[in-house]
C-alpha cells in the first residue's frame, strides 16, 4: 500500500516532476465547509478532540484539491492541554494558557494523565488511514519543545518569546525539565499517531529563530534529536520532517545534528541558500509566501516556477514557507496545485 504513496517515495531520494504537494494549513478558515464543521463542533478544541469532525476537516482539502498528503487535524498546543495545563482558545485572539512559573507548576504535569487526549487523536489518525485515498499520505506531527514551551510559558503567542527566553536564563534546571517532559510525551503522542496510521511525521519549531548558537543547540537541536532518535527506535525507517522556521544560518546544523530526513524551509530563506546549503543533502520542502498565494496573479506563478526550478531537481516536496492565512481565496489555491502540476514547469 505504502508503495502507492508518491510522496513518500522522495524519502527514497528521488526528485518527482512534478513534485508532490500539500499545504501547512491546508484545513481551515479559508474553507466555507470548514467554517461549517467548526460551528457545528462549537469551540476549536471541541473540533480537535471529536474524531468523526477532526477527520472530516482533514479530508476537505484533500476531496478539493487532491493534495499528495494530508495532515491530521489538531493543534501543537493539545500536548499542553493533555498534559494538564488547560488550553483555551479566544474568538480572535489565539490561544491562552495560565503560565508555568515554577518548578512544582512543572511537576504537576502529567504523561500519564495525557493518554486520554492523545487516545482520542490517534482514533482520528484512525479514521483517516481508512476514509482518506490509498496515494495519499497521510503526515502526523506535535510542536517541537521549544515552541510549545513558549505558549506554556508566555501563556499565549508573543513575537519574540521573551517571556520564555527569560525563564531559560534566570532557570536552566525547571526549563530543562518542562523540555524533557515535552520531549517524552511528544514520543508517546507519535507513537500513537504512527501505530493509528501515520506515515510521517513534522515537527512544527514555529519559534526557532529567536535562539542564540548555545540555545539553539540546547533548546531546540538537543530535544529535536532525542524525539527523532526515540522515534526511529520504534519506527525504523519512518521519515521524519523538520521546520526550524526562522533558523536561518543554523539550518544545516538541525539538518546533520538533528537527525531528520528534511526540512521545511520558511518564506525567508533565499532559495540559492536553501539550494546550496540544504538541497540534495536532505528532503527540502517549501517554500512559497502564504501572502502570495493570497495575492495570486503573475507574481505568484513567476515565483512558483522559481521554486519549482530551483528545488526541484532534487528531492522536493512543494509547500508553503508557513501556513495558508484565512483570507486566502480557495480559487488561489486551486490554481497553485494546478501551476504545480503542469507538465514542464520544470522546462
Ligand atoms: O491543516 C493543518 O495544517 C493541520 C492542523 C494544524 C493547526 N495548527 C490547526 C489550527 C496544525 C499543524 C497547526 C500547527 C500550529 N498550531 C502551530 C505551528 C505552525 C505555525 O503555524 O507556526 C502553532 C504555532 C499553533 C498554535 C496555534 N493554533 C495558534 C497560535 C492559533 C491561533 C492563530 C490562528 O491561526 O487562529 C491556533 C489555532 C488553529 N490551529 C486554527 C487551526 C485551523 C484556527 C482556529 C479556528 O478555527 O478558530
Same mark, same amino acid.
Given at each position: 500500500?505504502?508503495?502507492?504513496?508518491?510522496?513518500?517515495?522522495?524519502?527514497?531520494?528521488?526528485?518527482?516532476?512534478?513534485?508532490?504537494?500539500?499545504?501547512?494549513?491546508?484545513?481551515?478558515?479559508?474553507?466555507?465547509?470548514?467554517?461549517?464543521?467548526?460551528?457545528?463542533?462549537?469551540?476549536?478544541?471541541?473540533?480537535?478532540?471529536?474524531?468523526?469532525?477532526?477527520?472530516?476537516?482533514?479530508?476537505?482539502?484533500?476531496?478539493?484539491?487532491?493534495?499528495?498528503?494530508?495532515?491530521?487535524?489538531?493543534?501543537?498546543?493539545?500536548?499542553?492541554?493533555?498534559?494538564?495545563?488547560?488550553?483555551?482558545?479566544?474568538?480572535?485572539?489565539?490561544?491562552?494558557?495560565?503560565?508555568?512559573?515554577?518548578?512544582?507548576?512543572?511537576?504537576?504535569?502529567?504523561?500519564?494523565?495525557?493518554?486520554?487526549?492523545?487516545?482520542?487523536?490517534?482514533?482520528?489518525?484512525?479514521?483517516?488511514?481508512?476514509?482518506?485515498?490509498?496515494?495519499?499520505?497521510?503526515?502526523?506531527?506535535?510542536?517541537?519543545?521549544?515552541?510549545? %514551551?513558549?505558549?506554556?510559558?508566555?501563556?499565549?503567542?508573543?513575537?519574540?518569546?521573551?517571556?520564555?527566553?527569560?525563564?531559560?536564563?534566570?532557570?536552566?534546571?525547571?526549563?530543562?525539565?518542562?523540555?524533557?517532559?515535552?520531549?517524552?510525551?511528544?514520543?508517546?503522542?507519535?507513537?500513537?499517531?504512527?501505530?493509528?496510521? %501515520?506515515?510521517?511525521?513534522?515537527?512544527?519549531?514555529?519559534?526557532?529563530?529567536?535562539?542564540?548558537?548555545?540555545?539553539?543547540?540546547?533548546?531546540?537541536?538537543?530535544?529535536?534529536?532525542?524525539?527523532?532518535?526515540?522515534?526511529?527506535?520504534?519506527?525504523?525507517?519512518?521519515?521524519?520532517?523538520?521546520?526550524?522556521?526562522?533558523?536561518?544560518?543554523?539550518?544545516?546544523?538541525?539538518?546533520?545534528?538533528?537527525?531528520?530526513?528534511?526540512?521545511?524551509?520558511?518564506?525567508?530563506? =533565499?532559495?540559492?541558500?536553501?539550494?546550496?546549503?540544504?538541497?540534495?543533502?536532505?528532503?527540502?520542502?517549501?517554500?512559497?509566501?502564504?501572502?502570495?498565494?493570497?495575492?495570486?496573479?503573475?507574481?505568484?506563478?513567476?515565483?512558483?516556477?522559481?521554486?519549482?526550478?530551483?528545488?526541484?531537481?532534487? =528531492?522536493?516536496?512543494?509547500?508553503?514557507?508557513?501556513?495558508?492565512?484565512?483570507?486566502? =481565496?480557495?480559487?488561489?489555491?486551486?490554481?497553485?496545485?494546478?501551476?504545480?502540476?503542469?507538465?514542464?514547469?520544470?522546462?
Amino acid at each position: 500500500m505504502k508503495a502507492q504513496r508518491r510522496l513518500l517515495t522522495v524519502f527514497d531520494g528521488r526528485a518527482l516532476s512534478p513534485p508532490p504537494i500539500w499545504l501547512m494549513r491546508q484545513a481551515g478558515r479559508y474553507l466555507p465547509e470548514y467554517r461549517a464543521t467548526r460551528a457545528k463542533a462549537g469551540g476549536f478544541l471541541d473540533l480537535c478532540y471529536t474524531p468523526a469532525l477532526a477527520a472530516e476537516v482533514t479530508l476537505q482539502p484533500i476531496r478539493r484539491y487532491g493534495f499528495d498528503a494530508s495532515i491530521l487535524f489538531a493543534d501543537i498546543l493539545v500536548v499542553p492541554d493533555a498534559l494538564g495545563q488547560a488550553v483555551r482558545f479566544v474568538e480572535g485572539e489565539g490561544p491562552r494558557l495560565d503560565p508555568l512559573r515554577s518548578a512544582a507548576d512543572v511537576a504537576r504535569l502529567s504523561i500519564a494523565a495525557a493518554a486520554q487526549k492523545f487516545g482520542i487523536v490517534a482514533e482520528t489518525v484512525q479514521r483517516l488511514r481508512q476514509d482518506l485515498p490509498a496515494e495519499t499520505t497521510l503526515i502526523g506531527f506535535c510542536g517541537a519543545p521549544w515552541t510549545v %514551551a513558549t505558549y506554556m510559558i508566555g501563556g499565549q503567542g508573543s513575537n519574540d518569546q521573551a517571556a520564555t527566553r527569560s525563564f531559560a536564563y534566570r532557570d536552566p534546571v525547571t526549563f530543562q525539565a518542562l523540555v524533557d517532559v515535552l520531549v517524552e510525551a511528544s514520543v508517546v503522542y507519535l507513537d500513537g499517531q504512527v501505530r493509528a496510521g %501515520a506515515d510521517m511525521l513534522q515537527i512544527f519549531d514555529s519559534w526557532a529563530g529567536s535562539l542564540p548558537e548555545d540555545e539553539f543547540d540546547r533548546w531546540v537541536i538537543a530535544p529535536t534529536r532525542k524525539i527523532v532518535a526515540d522515534l526511529k527506535r520504534l519506527h525504523p525507517g519512518l521519515p521524519v520532517m523538520g521546520f526550524p522556521r526562522g533558523a536561518g544560518l543554523h539550518g544545516a546544523r538541525f539538518m546533520r545534528e538533528t537527525g531528520v530526513d528534511g526540512i521545511s524551509c520558511d518564506t525567508s530563506m =533565499p532559495l540559492q541558500h536553501i539550494r546550496g546549503t540544504l538541497s540534495g543533502r536532505t528532503v527540502v520542502q517549501g517554500n512559497l509566501d502564504p501572502l502570495l498565494l493570497v495575492a495570486g496573479g503573475a507574481p505568484l506563478e513567476r515565483r512558483v516556477r522559481e521554486i519549482v526550478r530551483t528545488l526541484g531537481v532534487n =528531492p522536493f516536496i512543494f509547500n508553503l514557507g508557513h501556513g495558508i492565512v484565512p483570507e486566502t =481565496p480557495p480559487e488561489h489555491v486551486a490554481r497553485l496545485v494546478e501551476l504545480v502540476r503542469s507538465p514542464g514547469l520544470l522546462g
